[in-house]
């Protein structure tokens, strides 16, 4: 009897030992199928096809110049000013990044902040607090802020440097 106990328990330890053995391999092979899949991948650069759209006088259209991964120079502090209002004069505070393109673009935005914060704030100030109420009234400010920074930037370097002024936060009390 004894002997039928320690067979039956022998016999159950090899069997949970294989199952855990098997779940183990198919986690490995499972993640490894997984890192293919997600990671691997072509070293050879893609060639794509022309539309025919894109062909003028039946040659492919000039490739477009890479012109730089987009970047985000983030003011260093919110802007808070005061605007008039027809009932009440309102406190308005945004946070502002500039979205720019390439290292160098980057580079020329950060080295230009005071010029830029201080054109920033001018077109802020020329705002109204009925205006900035309305998602209108939002867009144009921002529209507005995009026009004077690249103008300005351009009268410093020549170049348009940033290419959209972004609102990160909004508040208006």
Do not use: W
Not at 113 to 134: C, K
């Amino acid at each position: 009897m004894a002997e039928e106990e320690l067979q039956i328990e022998e016999s159950g330890g090899k069997s949970k030992k294989m199952i855990i053995i098997i779940i183990a391999v198919v986690v490995i092979l499972g993640g490894g199928a997984a890192y293919f899949f997600l990671f691997a991948g072509s070293d050879a650069p893609v060639q794509e096809q022309p539309d025919m759209a894109q062909l003028q006088n039946g040659q492919p259209a000039a490739p477009k110049a890479n012109i730089g991964t987009a970047l985000y120079v983030a003011m260093p502090r919110p802007f808070v000013f005061n605007v008039p209002g027809s009932g009440r004069d309102r406190l308005v505070q945004i946070k502002v990044q500039l979205m720019v393109r390439g290292s160098d673009n980057e580079e020329v935005a950060k080295s230009h902040i005071p010029l830029i914060e201080g054109t920033l704030l001018q077109v802020f100030s020329n705002s109204s607090a009925d205006d900035l109420v309305t998602e209108a009234g939002k867009i144009t400010l921002r529209e507005d802020a995009l026009s004077e920074v690249q103008r300005v930037m351009n009268d410093i370097s020549g170049t348009n440097v940033v290419e959209q002024v972004l609102f990160t936060g909004f508040v208006m009390q």
